[in-house]
């Protein structure tokens, strides 16, 4: 199979090619590089998996035999994503080990031109990495300027939908000798007039989500109106006509106050692909020793319309959305992810993460954590979830079933909340709960209200002679971390110590420092 190469390029070339449609990407690659063939150059790919197999056929179709090709050293092929992990120093990839690991391999064939397809651009732009994509593309840039080396950059134009997307989107443009927007151009005019019409394009993906976003918001509308009606005639058939306009006034106010909720839960739709999200860490002190033993994970939305937004300003919004398993999925994945990180950095801290009723009436819950602790490869004793007491009771049986399940892999489990929801003190024993978090509440009165230090020692004595640790979440000041400690408190965290809060990136980014 023969696929016409939309232009000629020349050697030094560096082109960046945007693409919505992954076959119409690869029939471009594949013109590129049977281009190059054609010309004696050396092929040099930088693939994803997904993408690996996909271009060898169409190579193979057009007539090269592949493997050949790479015995003898005509053909070079690397994962991308290996790759990035040799190159990267931290967040940013580093100029020393990029020449060594990459551009060392063309200086290697010199005199003869490499002609290179490479994703690591695209694969650093999907995990949110802009400034590193950019950087990259400059070490690109400088090579192919004093290199025999023709260069082709794929870039899924959703990539830059994402906040701060129009200014990466320029930067990308400008490190490039030529752009070539989605669509044929078998024609490509000046590359100022190519930089426009990708603008242009970028504009249109953005047109095309908010009206997708209107769409969503309308169509919810209607659904509260509907609801609403139908709860104004039940309420007035049974209530009676004296009480008709006192139904309908409240259910006036009920949508007075919906347009809020509608649009907070649109934003959500978009909010996990655009890469709102960030997961941050709270520090868990050891009561004794006043060192940092583990730390609790919880995303925090980043939103364009509504600012930072902690989880109880949204969760009930995410629930309404449906979004509910994944960003659970995400926050589970991330927090092994950056445990792992710290593990091999010589630092071994528990990550806690929040479990919903959902998670936990999900059959695979337990599954989708052995996958989790699997994918970061982190041992199940450095994640601890943590459960409510109405999370658990919601359905004890089932709870019952899957906690054990937890256990098998080594997992920690807590029970946060303790005492505010249905008590699973008659429960405990069909529980293989590790600790027991008291609740801010109790915390804050601790210090004057002999109620609540009533409650905290029971509770100490009670989980101690059941060997269960305490957690008293909500530590605000000095004091009453010292009477906690002398209560018997295992561990604490809490405002306290919000100076040593640990604001992570995104997942699939998890290798900074810990707290």
Same mark, same amino acid.
């Given at each position: 199979?023969?696929?016409?190469?939309?232009?000629?390029?020349?050697?030094?070339?560096?082109?960046?090619?945007?693409?919505?449609?992954?076959?119409?990407?690869?029939?471009?690659?594949?013109?590129?590089?049977?281009?190059?063939?054609?010309?004696?150059?050396?092929?040099?790919?930088?693939?994803?998996?997904?993408?690996?197999?996909?271009? #060898?056929?169409?190579?193979?179709?057009?007539?090269?035999?592949?493997?050949?090709?790479?015995?003898?050293?005509?053909?070079?092929?690397?994962?991308?994503?290996?790759?990035?992990?040799?190159?990267?120093?931290?967040?940013?990839?580093?100029?020393?080990?990029?020449?060594?690991?990459?551009?060392?391999?063309?200086?290697?064939?010199?005199? !003869?031109?490499?002609?290179?397809?490479?994703?690591?651009?695209?694969?650093?732009?999907? $995990?949110?990495?802009?400034?590193?994509?950019?950087? &990259?593309?400059?070490?690109?840039?400088?090579?192919?300027?004093? #290199?025999?080396?023709?260069?082709?950059?794929?870039?899924?134009?959703?990539?830059?939908?994402?906040?701060?997307?129009?200014?990466?989107?320029?930067?990308?443009?400008?490190?490039?000798?030529?752009?070539?927007?989605? +669509?044929?151009?078998?024609?490509?005019?000046?590359?100022?007039?190519?930089?426009?019409?990708?603008?242009?394009?970028?504009?249109?993906?953005? #047109?095309?989500?908010?009206?997708? !976003?209107?769409?969503?918001?309308?169509?919810?509308?209607?659904?509260?109106?509907?609801?609403? #009606?139908?709860?104004?005639?039940?309420?007035?058939?049974?209530?009676?006509?004296?009480?008709?306009?006192?139904?309908?006034? !409240?259910?006036? *106010?009920?949508?007075?106050?919906?347009?809020?909720?509608?649009?907070?839960?649109?934003?959500?739709?978009?909010?996990?692909?655009?890469?709102?999200?960030? &997961?941050?860490?709270?520090? $868990?002190?050891?009561?004794?020793? +006043?060192?940092?033993?583990?730390?609790?994970?919880?995303? $925090?939305?980043?939103?364009?319309?509504?600012?930072?937004?902690?989880?109880?300003?949204?969760?009930?919004?995410?629930?309404?959305?449906?979004?509910?398993?994944?960003?659970?999925?995400?926050?589970?994945?991330?927090?092994?992810?950056?445990?792992?990180?710290?593990? *091999?950095?010589?630092?071994?801290?528990?990550?806690?993460?929040?479990?919903?009723?959902?998670?936990?009436?999900?059959?695979?819950?337990?599954?989708?954590?052995?996958?989790?602790?699997?994918?970061?490869?982190?041992?199940?004793?450095?994640?601890?979830?943590?459960?409510?007491?109405?999370?658990?009771?919601?359905?004890?049986?089932?709870?019952?079933?899957?906690?054990?399940?937890?256990?098998?892999?080594?997992?920690?489990?807590?029970?946060?909340?303790?005492? !505010?929801?249905?008590?699973?003190?008659?429960?405990?024993?069909?529980?293989?709960?590790?600790?027991?978090?008291?609740?801010?509440?109790?915390?804050?009165?601790? &210090?004057?209200?002999?109620?609540?230090?009533?409650?905290?020692?029971?509770?100490?004595?009670?989980?101690?002679?059941?060997?269960?640790?305490?957690?008293?979440?909500?530590?605000?000041?000095?004091?009453?971390?010292?009477?906690?400690?002398?209560?018997?408190?295992?561990?604490? *965290?809490?405002?306290?110590?919000?100076?040593? *809060?640990?604001?992570?990136?995104?997942?699939?980014?998890? $290798?900074?420092?810990?707290?």
């Amino acid at each position: 199979m023969h696929v016409a190469t939309p232009s000629p390029c020349q050697l030094h070339d560096h082109v960046a090619q945007f693409y919505e449609d992954e076959a119409a990407l690869a029939d471009r690659v594949t013109a590129f590089l049977t281009a190059g063939i054609t010309a004696g150059e050396r092929l040099l790919m930088l693939l994803t998996p997904a993408r690996r197999r996909d271009v #060898l056929d169409r190579l193979e179709a057009w007539g090269l035999d592949t493997a050949a090709a790479e015995a003898s050293g005509q053909l070079v092929v690397h994962d991308a994503e290996t790759l990035l992990e040799a190159i990267m120093d931290g967040d940013m990839p580093d100029e020393a080990r990029f020449n060594r690991h990459v551009l060392a391999e063309v200086e290697a064939a010199t005199p !003869r031109p490499t002609r290179a397809f490479g994703e690591l651009v695209d694969v650093l732009c999907a $995990r949110g990495q802009s400034r590193a994509a950019v950087r &990259l593309e400059a070490l690109w840039h400088a090579a192919c300027g004093r #290199l025999p080396l023709t260069l082709l950059c794929g870039y899924a134009l959703h990539h830059f939908r994402k906040p701060g997307g129009s200014e990466a989107f320029a930067a990308v443009c400008e490190l490039h000798s030529w752009v070539v927007p989605v +669509g044929e151009f078998s024609a490509l005019p000046p590359a100022c007039q190519l930089r426009e019409v990708a603008r242009l394009q970028q504009e249109v993906v953005h #047109l095309r989500q908010e009206r997708e !976003r209107t769409e969503q918001t309308l169509e919810a509308v209607q659904s509260l109106c509907s609801e609403v #009606l139908a709860e104004l005639v039940d309420r007035t058939q049974h209530d009676g006509p004296t009480n008709h306009r006192y139904a309908q006034q !409240r259910l006036v *106010e009920q949508l007075d106050d919906e347009p809020d909720r509608l649009a907070l839960r649109a934003a959500l739709c978009e909010a996990l692909p655009r890469g709102e999200f960030e &997961l941050y860490f709270r520090p $868990r002190i050891c009561a004794v020793r +006043g060192q940092v033993v583990a730390v609790s994970a919880q995303p $925090r939305w980043y939103s364009a319309c509504f600012g930072v937004m902690e989880p109880s300003h949204w969760m009930a919004a995410v629930e309404a959305a449906g979004q509910v398993g994944a960003i659970s999925r995400w926050v589970l994945d991330g927090a092994c992810e950056h445990a792992q990180a710290w593990l *091999e950095a010589g630092v071994e801290l528990r990550v806690a993460v929040q479990v919903v009723t959902a998670d936990l009436l999900d059959g695979e819950f337990a599954e989708r954590v052995a996958a989790a602790l699997t994918t970061g490869g982190l041992p199940g004793e450095m994640l601890e979830l943590e459960l409510t007491e109405d999370v658990l009771m919601h359905a004890p049986a089932r709870a019952e079933t899957t906690l054990a399940r937890l256990k098998t892999l080594g997992v920690h489990l807590s029970v946060a909340e303790f005492g !505010r929801g249905h008590s699973i003190l008659g429960h405990l024993d069909r529980f293989p709960v590790d600790a027991i978090k008291l609740p801010a509440s109790f915390v804050e009165g601790c &210090l004057d209200s002999p109620h609540h230090q009533a409650i905290i020692r029971s509770v100490v004595m009670l989980a101690h002679r059941l060997g269960i640790r305490v957690i008293a979440s909500g530590v605000a000041t000095r004091g009453q971390a010292d009477y906690l400690r002398e209560q018997g408190c295992d561990c604490l *965290e809490g405002p306290l110590w919000s100076r040593m *809060e640990y604001r992570g990136t995104a997942a699939d980014e998890a $290798r900074g420092s810990p707290p």
